[in-house]
């Protein structure tokens, strides 16, 4: 099983960046995937998570509003949207996967390697 994060990097605030994690080795069929970040010093925390019946789930850490997870289940591949982005969304966005109920920081079958963002003032 692998998570593949990818579509971080380096912008300026207000833009927008679109992470994609594309799965494989799980079907999104039964795994809910969520999006997580950890910023520096700080603990991971629960973004978003979308279910395999296609239902999101807002964490602490949200952003509704500026957020929004997606699916593609034909790509077996999930994003998360970030607009209007501000240098405390800085940090590494992590996706994670577990079978019928979203991943929680605490239990979770699969994490992704995280792709860092970074939010310029």
């Known amino acids: 099983v692998q998570l593949q994060a990818s579509g971080g990097g380096l912008v300026q605030a207000g833009e927008s960046v679109r992470l994609s994690c594309e799965v494989s080795?799980?079907?999104?069929?039964?795994?809910?995937i969520g999006w997580f970040r950890q910023a520096p010093g700080k603990e991971r925390e629960g973004v978003q998570c979308?279910?395999?019946?296609?239902?999101?789930?807002y964490f602490a850490a949200a952003e509704k509003g500026r957020f929004t997870i997606s699916r593609d289940a034909d790509k077996n591949t999930v994003y998360l949207q970030m607009n209007s982005l501000k240098p405390e969304d800085t940090a590494v966005y992590y996706c994670?996967?577990?079978?019928?109920?979203?991943?929680?920081?605490?239990?979770?079958?699969?994490w992704g390697r995280g792709t860092q963002v970074t939010v310029s003032s």
């Open positions: 994670a996967a577990e079978l019928n109920f979203c991943p929680t920081v605490r239990r979770t079958s699969y």
């Open positions: 080795g799980i079907s999104l069929d039964y795994y809910a």
């Open positions: 979308v279910s395999s019946k296609g239902g999101i789930t």
